[in-house]
């Protein structure tokens, strides 16, 4: 079973950026896609950025418009989200997701960091 761990959320202004982390447990991220969801109140759930096993393909979605920057770093089992000039809009709790690189769905989930965006 792996264990994952979002850290960073908080409380910021708009304009104000967040690094959020994501720990994992074991020797995983060389093999394993991992991507950033969020769920803002009262809505589904969305993907915000996914990186593939070696960092070669990044995807982000329209909706962060450029702002948002995923990484990974293998050694230490960590992925981050640098997400700079928040707005409310980005008010939501994100989750750090896994999965097998020949997956197409996301097999494992932490259990959320609150991002929350005041005016």
């Known amino acids: 079973q792996v264990q994952l761990v979002e850290s960073g959320g908080g409380l910021v202004r708009s304009g104000g950026s967040l690094r959020l982390s994501c720990a994992a447990s074991?020797?995983?991220?060389?093999?394993?896609?991992m991507a950033w969801f969020r769920q803002a109140p009262g809505k589904e759930r969305e993907v915000v950025a996914e990186?593939?096993?070696?960092?070669?393909?990044?995807d982000y979605s329209h909706a962060v418009n450029g702002r948002f920057t995923i990484t990974r770093d293998n050694a230490k089992n960590t992925m981050f989200l640098q997400i700079g000039t928040q707005t409310p809009d980005d008010t939501a709790v994100y989750y750090c997701a896994v999965k097998p690189s020949g997956s197409h769905k996301y097999d494992y989930w932490g259990q959320g960091t609150q991002v929350t965006v005041s005016p």
């Open positions: 990186i593939n096993f070696n960092g070669g393909r990044i």
């Open positions: 074991g020797r995983i991220f060389g093999s394993y896609d």
